[in-house]
C-alpha cells in the first residue's frame, strides 16, 4: 500500500479543484483512502491522515470517524503524534460525545510528562475543553501543577484552574491555598495568569472576595505591581508602543474594579494608582486608550472621589472627539453607563454626542441615540427634539422604532407646551408612522383627548395628513378615531392654531368610508373607521349615509366589522334613544403611567411660566404690612412671620381643587389670558411637596378628625387635616370657609400666625369670595412645620368685605385635635 | 474569549478555535452567521459589532479578517491588541506572513494560538516566551521525526 500523501500535497491538490462538485469528489476519494488506513491500525501514518482529516473538517466535511484516532494518537509516545491527537481532540471531540471521557487517564499521564511542553499539551486541552466529569478528576494534577516554580506550567495550569472553577464553581476553594504567592512572581506570563485566575474567584463568590480584600491584602499588592509597571523603564520583552505590557496592566485595572467596588477601604487605597495612570498614559496609540479605557470604567464603579469621576468622564469627553471610531465607540458605550449617575458631567459633552447621530457607523448611531434620550431635560428639549426627529427621519427603518418611542416619551415628560407636543407626535406619525409601536396609538389618544383646547387643532392636522397618505396605519388609527371623536369641530372650521380648513361633511365620510375600503387599511383600523363613522352619527347631520354604510358592513366577511356593523344597526333601529349618550364625547382619561401627577403639570400650557419658575416663587410685598399687624397683635416675639404667596389672577386654582389632576387651564373655562410676568406664581412653591399634600394624594385615612376653627357672623371655618407624606413633621391643614348668611362676602382674606418653635407656611386660596348661603367655600391650604412636636396653637385674622362694608376678626385657634401635632 | 474565527474575503474559514461547548452544527451555523456579518461591514465602520450577547471584534489583515467573540464585560480594544498581537506572532513565525502560510500550515497556526491564549484568556504577554516556547516545541517535533523521514525518503519504511 503506497504512502498517504503527504498534508501539504493534499491542500495543493484541494485547492486546484475548479468546482465544488470537483473538491467534493477529491475529499471523499481521500477520506476513503484514510478510513482504509485506520482500519488497518497504521501506526506510522495515523498523525498524518489525522492531520489531513482536520483540514477537511476546516473546509466543511464530516470528520467524525477520526475521533478515535485522535485518542491514539493522544496516548502515543511521539511528541509529534500528541501534537496533532490534542489538536484534534480539541477540534473533534465535544464533551456532549461521551468518547471525550477517554481522555482523561491520558490527559492524568500527559500531565505528570518529564517534557514540559507535552504537560503543556494536557493542560491546554483540559483548560480549552474540559468536561466537568474530566475537571472534577483531574482538579487535583492542576492544583499541583499551580505550586510549581517551573513559571511555563504555572501560567497554564493558572487559566487551566480558571477552566476548572467555571465548569464546577464547587472546586473553587481547593485553589485557594496555591493563590498564596502567585502575585509575587516576576514572571509576566504567571502574574497575567493569576490576575485572571483571581479576578474569577472574586467575582464568582462573595467570600473569596472580601478575603481576598481583607486577609490578603490584595489591593496593595496590585497597586505595587501597576505601579511598577509605569514607572520602569524600557522593558523590550513586554512594551507595546512605549506602555510595559498592556494586558497585564489592564487585567489588573478590572481586577482593582471588583475589590473597589462598594468598598471604600480598597477604592481609596487605589486612588493615586488610577489618578496616575489616568493622566500620564500616553494616548498615540490604541494601546494607551485600551488602558485608560478600562481606567476608566473601574473609576466610575468603585467608590472614588468626585475628582476622580470628573477626570474619567473628561478622558471620555476627549475620546469622543477622537478620530478613531473605534475610540468613539468605546466612548459613548461608556457614556450610557455613567449617564444616570454622573448626568451633569456627561450633559457638558451634549453637543459632541448629538454629532455622532451622524456617525455612519450603526453601532456608534445607536448608542448615540440612547445616549441623547437620556440626556434630554426640560431645558434642552425644544434643541434636542429637533435633532432626534431629523434623526428619526433619515436613520435606518431598525432604529425608528426605538426613536419613535422614545420621542413620545421625552416629549410626555418634557414638552414646553401643549402645541409644541401635538406638533411633535404628528412629525413622529407622518415620518415613522410604520414603525410606531402598537401601545403607542392608544396612548396618543389619551394624550390627545386631554389636550382638550388642541382638539380642534388635532383633527385638523390628522385630518390634513391622511389626505396625503393612508398607508401608515398607526397615524390613520389615530386619525380616524380623531375625526369620529371631534369630526364636529372639523366641520365647523372651529381650529384657533391655525388656518381652519373647509371641509364638509360628506368630504370627511369619503375619507373614513375610503379606508374601509383600501387595501392598505389592516382589519384594526378598518375596526376603528366604522366606529368613527358610527360616532360621526351624533356629531354630524347626514345620518342616512351612515345608516347605509354601517347596514353594508353588517355582511362583511370580516367577523369583528361584521360584529361591529351589527351591533351599530341595532343601536340605529332598536335602540335609537340609546344612541346619544352611548356615542358622546370621551371623558379626559385618567392616566395610568408609571409617570407621576407631577409630571403631568409639567406639561402644562406654555401662558404659564415654565416650570422651572415655580421652584422659585416671588413673593409679594403685599402681604408685609399685613403681617407686621399680626405680629403685633399676638406680642411680638413668640411669634413667627407667615409667608405668604399672594392671590392669583387666573381662576384655576392651587389650593384645593387640584382634583383636576393636570390643573387644566381651559378646563375651569375659557382659554387662559395673556401672562402677567408681574404676577408671581400661583402655584404652589414646591410643586413637588404641594402636590404630595393635596387630600388625593395623601394619606387621609391617617384619621384626624376635622375641627371648627372659627364660627362666627354666618363665617365658618372648618379645619380638616391631611399628614404630609415625606415629611411626618409637617401637618397640612386646609380651611373650609363658608357662609350661611344671605349676602356674599367679598375680598376674603385669612391669615395666620403660630407659635415661634413652628413654621408655617400659608398657600394660595381657591377665591377670595365666599359666597352667600352655603353655596360653596373658599379653600386654602396652610403648611404646618412642627419639628419639636409641640402643641399647635395658631393666631388667625379675618377680613372681609359684607354689604358694602369691611369686616375684621380675630380668633385664636386652641382646640387642634392631638393628632394633628403628635 | 469565546471563539475566535479567521477567514479570507470569500467567506472561507482558515482557522476556528471555540472556547465554549458546541455542537459541529452549531458552530456551523454561528460561523456563518458571524463571517456574513462580518463582511457586510463597510470600511468606515468601527471595529465592534454586538451580536446576540456578545461582542464581536474584528479586524482585516490583508485578505484575512481576524475575528472574535468576547463577553459584555471585556474590554473591546484590549481584544483588538491580542488580535494584534496573534498576528505579530505568526508573522515572526513565518516571517512576513500571508495568507497562503496559514492555509498550508494551519496546523503550525493553531500551535501558535495554543502558546498565547488557553481557555480563551491571554497566557503569555513576552512574544519572546511564545516564539521560544514554539520553537522549542518544533525541535522537539524534529528531533522525533528526523530518522523516520529520512528512511520514508528512500522508501524504507
Redesign the interface.
Known sequence: MPAPIRLRELIRTIRTARTQAEEREMIQKECAAIRSSFREEDNTYRCRNVAKLLYMHMLGYPAHFGQLECLKLIASQKFTDKRIGYLGAMLLLDERQDVHLLMTNCIKNDLNHSTQYVQGLALCTLGCMGSSEMCRDLAGEVEKLLKTSNSYLRKKAALCAVHVIRKVPELMEMFLPATKNLLSEKNHGVLHTSVVLLTEMCERSPDMLSHFRKNEKLVPQLVRILKNLIMSGYSPEHDVSGISDPFLQVRILRLLRILGRGDDDSSEAMNDILAQVATNTETSKNVGNAILYETVLTIMDIKSESGLRVLAINILGRFLLNNDKNIRYVALTSLLKTVQTDHNAVQRHRSTIVDCLKDLDVSIKRRAMELSFALVNGNNIRGMMKELLYFLDSCDPEFKADCASGVFLAAEKYAPSKRWHIDTIMRVLTTAGSYVRDDSVPNLIQLITNSVEMHAYTVQRLYKAILDDISQQPLVQVASWCIGEYGDLLVSGQCEEEEPIQVTEDEVLDVLEGLLVSNLSTPVTRGYSLTAIMKLSTRFSSVNRIKKVVSIYGSSIDVELQQRAVEYNALFKKYDHMRPALLERMPIMEKTATNGPTEIVQTNGETESSVLDTKHPATVPQPANQANDLLDLLGGNDVVPVIQTALPTKPASAGGELLDLLGDLSLTGGPTPAPAPSVPISQPPFLLDGLSSQPLFNDVAAGIPPMTAYNKNGLKIEFTFERSNPNPNIAVITIHASNSTEADMTDFVFQAAVPKTFQLQLLSPSSNIVPALNQGTVTQVIRVLNPQKQQLRMRIKLTYTYKGSPVQDLAEVNNFPPQSWQ | MQFMLLFSRQGK????K??I????TQK?KISREVIQMVLAR?P???????WRDLKIVYKRYASLYFCCAVEDQE????T???IH?YVELLDKYFGSVCELDI??N??KA??IL??FI??G?????????VLK?IE??DM??EE??AP?SVL?EIGL?
Open positions: 474559514l482558515r482557522l476556528q471555540w472556547y461547548p458546541l455542537s459541529d456551523k463597510k468606515k465602520m468601527c471595529s465592534f459589532l454586538e474590554n473591546e480594544l484590549i483588538l491588541e491580542i498581537r492555509i498550508f494551519f496546523e493553531y500551535y495554543d502558546e488557553l481557555g484568556e491571554a497566557q503569555e504577554t513576552s512574544k519572546k516566551n516556547a522549542q516545541a522537539l517535533q522525533a521525526e523516520r520514508e519504511t
